[in-house]
């Protein structure tokens, strides 16, 4: 089994900062793609930033210069550092691993999200 687990979510001031992290753990052969993705109410998850199957880095556009995403595949861990934050960031953040398990193919695991509230 393959677990992915956010956390790090909460309540956060306008112009104020939060840090996300997310695990993969359980029966892994290899991670291929890692990252974090939003839906806020009424809207579609959108992605926000990622680690792709090239090793590059994706952003979306809104959070360009704000947000930065690392790794430590040591721990399978992808983390999101989120500054500046703004009231429209309001949203449940989501991880998704792409990955490979010990006994299944390719598959696109995500975690149970984690809510980010941001609000003076």
């Known amino acids: 089994q393959v677990q992915v687990v956010e956390s790090g979510g909460g309540l956060v001031q306008p112009g104020g900062s939060l840090r996300l992290s997310c695990a993969a753990s359980?029966?892994?052969?290899?991670?291929?793609?890692m990252g974090w993705y939003r839906q806020a109410p009424g809207k579609q998850r959108e992605l926000v930033a990622a680690?792709?199957?090239?090793?590059?880095?994706n952003y979306a556009d809104f959070v360009k210069g704000r947000f930065t995403i690392s790794r430590d595949n040591a721990k399978n861990t992808i983390y999101l550092q989120m500054n500046s934050l703004k009231p429209e960031d309001t949203a449940v953040y989501y991880c998704?691993?792409?990955?490979?398990?010990?006994?299944?193919?390719?598959?696109?695991?995500w975690g149970q999200g984690t809510q980010v509230t941001v609000s003076s």
């Open positions: 998704n691993a792409r990955l490979i398990g010990t006994y299944y193919p390719e598959y696109d695991y």
């Open positions: 359980g029966s892994i052969f290899s991670i291929n793609a």
């Open positions: 680690f792709t199957t090239r090793g590059t880095t």
